[in-house]
């Protein structure tokens, strides 16, 4: 009898201990998901130092995401391409903020390295910038750590991975950029005063070099990759554990914005080789300086196309052919 009466006592004070810690476990998130919202009301994206960060990203209770972004903003930390990934960051959290309403589920915030540099310590991370999404439940996986690499830094690109991370969908509002527009707009009157000033003289207008020349830079714009980086968005470079600068994009998914100056700048003193040598035919000049033009031109178009091909074998890799340079 003394026996059951003791269990029972001992299952009510259980119950009531269980209980307890639940209000209060339920309590403290309460006030951590209300303390997050009064930061988010004044600034949509929030600024975490060690103590805020333990404190709201890395400690239980969570029923919250918060995508993260690790910086150096700072001049003499020489991170060339943190603001402009910055820039776009903002854009992407002022775009959840405006199609979603305050209380998350989704949180956006910002840690500096010279305002938490022990953070950059705890989660491992010697580069910056990194996107990286914090789970409501469990530790972050590998993909919860943004290819920018590969992807890029774009808005748009960051709102994708947001949504295979979080099944959460964001439309990108841009603010409106006149810079464009007034560019156009003083192009075309640059181009309306020239045709009213020549407007008695258009033979300029048929002539074939002027023509062959624009369709040439045309042709170079295009595959050097400036539109494939007006899509993506890439880093101007990238700066490796050991601080050493890569200009080149070490896979065929990927490139920086160095590179595709780089190819331009290839492929026009290629082109520039090969018009040597077709001048050197059509041209009436001496022949030794005929033979000067079709050697060098000649020599040009080898080498050009041999560090281009080098380029392309280094980063298409398993491609077994070279010329020249391996």
Known sequence: MHLKIILFWFIVTCSVYVGCIREERTKSLDQKVLQLNDMYAKKFVMRFNGPKFKEFVKNPPRNYSVIMMFTAMASHRQCSICGHASDEFVVVANSYRYAHRLDGPLYFGIVDFDEGSDIFQTMRINTAPVFMHFPSKGKPKPLDTM??????????????????????????????????????????????????????????????????????????????????????????????QQGIITYIHNSSQGQFIVETYIIIVLNTILVFGAILMTDSYTKKTESKTRKIMAIGGLALVVFLFSVILSIFKSKAHGYPYSFLIK
């Open 147 to 240: 290819d920018i690499q590969r992807l890029g830094f774009a808005a748009e690109m960051i709102a994708k991975w947001i949504q295979e991370r979080t099944d959460v969908q964001i439309r990108i509002f841009r603010p409106p950029n006149y810079s464009s527009t007034l560019a156009l707009s003083i192009l075309f009157a640059i181009c309306s005063s020239f045709l009213y000033v020549r407007r008695n003289n258009m033979d300029m207008f048929f002539n074939k070099n002027l023509w062959g020349i624009g369709a040439v830079l045309f042709c170079l714009t295009m595959i050097s990759g400036q539109m494939w980086n007006h899509i993506r968005g890439p880093p101007l470079m990238h700066r490796n």
